[in-house]
């Protein structure tokens, strides 16, 4: 493998603490892989010195390069502030979905009898997010107006890639937007949808609105799911998904961008949740889902030895807590470095047992 550059995204509070941990794993003493890590320092701070211009620069970069990894950051509520980086990087990058996939923890108990990866697929731009929003009087009363907008490009995106996740998965697409009540907005998706379900006759598709997927999806104990979604309607259904495995803490966060072929041309991963500013200097968070995200980005590198370690790391990571290797959100008692340790203890086993093993296992 040819060396790769990860553009490295650094945050604000416990966000920066669990980056560090996840680049501690990607290390290419672990992995034996030749990644550079080239840094950006997106800390609120930093950001208002700059104008932004940091989180610009990492963008540009993470174009260049293909590969991203954002810590946690800081999104002030004042009005003419720096605002979101997650929505410049979407908009700088040409993110057109963002995914984040629930999986059961070993130990930690589901709601319901949920056990099986459900991955929600949604926009990453567009809809209600960065709606033009205005008021104005109506004699007595006062009516507020927001006009979204949707692309059939952005769409497409969606409906492809959720049916190639769900391939893989060997899932089935579930769900869609309320198309009965919003045939022209939302029913676009569902074209999108239903046209991709043409392409891909063996990949199960059954699409149903989203109240009624809400209702499905919490009582949801069968087969694995890839639910397709508009941009806020993904927003609310991703952290929901994620609660019904019991925590956030097992999921990784990725933002893709295509070219015209629906192969990924960049890839920014990051964990879900936010800074934490009250575990921050405790060592007691839990790096889980940022050490994931790190692991999400290797297969976009190439084939041969990156995906290989993307799975020794995903294993690792999650054996680990199925031994009891847990921080305490997950009801343990290690520490957040501690619990890396372990991690990485067992990517290094991994990783020398399988170059022992060759291809030998494989035959018979």
């Known amino acids: 493998m040819e060396q790769r550059t990860l553009v490295v995204m650094e945050g ?105 990866p459900i991955s929600v697929v949604r926009m990453a731009v567009d809809d209600a997010y960065n709606a033009r929003e205005y008021r104005e009087d109506d004699g007595d009363d006062e009516l507020a107006w927001r006009v979204e907008r949707i692309s059939r490009r952005t769409c497409r995106a969606v409906a492809e890639f959720s049916f190639q996740q769900a391939r893989r998965m060997h899932a089935t697409v579930f769900g869609g937007p309320k198309w009965t009540v919003s045939p022209v907005y939302e029913g676009m998706l569902k074209e999108e949808l239903d046209a991709a379900a043409e392409r891909h006759p063996d990949v199960r598709y059954r699409p149903i609105l989203i109240d009624a997927l809400y209702a499905a999806l919490v009582s949801h104990s069968g087969d694995a799911l890839v639910v397709p979604a508009l941009n806020r309607d993904g927003d609310c259904l991703s952290d929901m998904v994620l609660q019904l495995f019991g925590s956030i803490a097992g999921a990784e966060s990725q933002l893709l961008a295509f070219g015209d072929d629906f192969r990924a041309s960049a890839v920014m991963a990051e964990a879900p949740h936010g800074t934490a500013p009250t575990l921050q200097g405790k060592n007691v968070a ?23 370690a993307s799975r020794a790391i995903y294993e690792s990571a999650l054996e680990a807590i199925g031994d009891g290797v847990r921080t305490a959100d997950l009801g343990g008692g290690a520490a957040m470095d501690e619990f890396t340790d372990e991690v990485i203890k067992r990517v290094r086993t991994k990783l020398d047992v399988w170059s022992a093993l060759g291809e030998s296992t494989l035959r018979y």
Do not use: C, W
């Open 12 to 116: 604000d509070q416990t966000g920066q603490e669990l980056l560090e941990e996840a680049l501690r794993v990607l290390d290419p003493d672990i992995t034996g892989l030749p990644i550079a890590f080239e840094r950006y320092d997106l800390s609120l701070e930093h950001r208002r010195r700059t104008r932004n211009q940091v989180v610009f620069d990492a963008a540009e970069a993470t174009l260049r390069h293909g590969f991203g990894l954002k810590a946690a950051t800081i999104t002030p509520e004042g009005a003419g502030d720096v605002g979101s980086p997650n929505a410049l990087l979407r908009e700088a990058i040409g993110g057109k979905v963002i995914i984040r996939t629930g999986r059961r923890l070993s130990g930690v108990r589901p709601l319901g009898g949920i056990h099986a």
């Open 286 to 308: 839990n790096p889980l889902a940022m050490i994931l995200a790190g692991a999400s980005v290797l297969p976009y590198m190439g084939d041969g030895q990156a995906p290989v």
